[in-house]
């Protein structure tokens, strides 16, 4: 079944508003890595929701996305009852792959707690593979990525864990800002 491609998409995507939960602060009193998953996946299900990637289209089409590899940072510590918004933004797909990146943004003060990059996977849930996405979904991410494209490269995008030589350390600290 062919679906029409949606007029417009914000740039970037923001999810709706989630609270951290008590239950997810660990014992150094903030919330444990664990749970800001939890907020990049229910935001990334949320977003990816808008092409037609959700709940519907597994039960009336029989295919979904899995999350093949992510990389986390985290920059602040969220706390109890922090109130968050997630925004998304699609750097990229082909005809089986998204490339998207996600930080998560702490509602009232605007800062930034956790970025994350995923690759996600289109998949075949009959057969359990990796497969194209159908020309009205492929539409719909284009859409999508036009109106994401107008957004700066997120500076974390491609970032490769590693310890800095002794003489890359210093311009590295400067660079990004970060500390660890």
């Known amino acids: 079944m062919e679906r029409r491609a949606p007029v417009f998409f914000f740039a970037p995507f923001v999810s709706s508003a989630m609270q951290v939960e008590p239950a997810w602060i660990d014992y150094n009193g903030h919330m444990n890595m664990a749970y800001y998953h939890v ?15 959700g709940r519907g289209y597994l039960e009336e089409r029989k295919a979904s996305f899995f999350v093949a590899e992510t990389h986390a940072l985290y920059k602040r510590e969220l706390t109890a009852r922090d109130r968050v918004r997630v925004t998304l933004q699609l750097v ?59 957004l700066a490269k997120p ?18 600290l400067a660079a990004s800002g970060t500390r660890h």
Request: glycine share 6%; charged share 30%.
């Open 92 to 150: 990229d797909y082909d005809e089986k792959r998204i490339h998207s990146y996600m930080e998560i943004r702490h509602e009232e003060d605007g800062w930034v707690a956790a970025t994350l990059e995923t690759l996600s996977l289109h998949v075949d849930m009959v057969t359990r593979k990796v497969s194209p996405f159908p020309d009205d979904i492929a539409a719909n991410l284009a859409v999508m990525r036009a109106a994401h494209a107008r």
């Open 39 to 53: 907020l990049f996946d229910r935001a990334l299900d949320e977003g990816l929701g808008l092409v037609g990637l």
């Open 155 to 172: 500076q974390a995008l491609g970032r490769i864990i590693g310890i800095p030589a002794r003489s890359e350390l210093h311009e590295t």
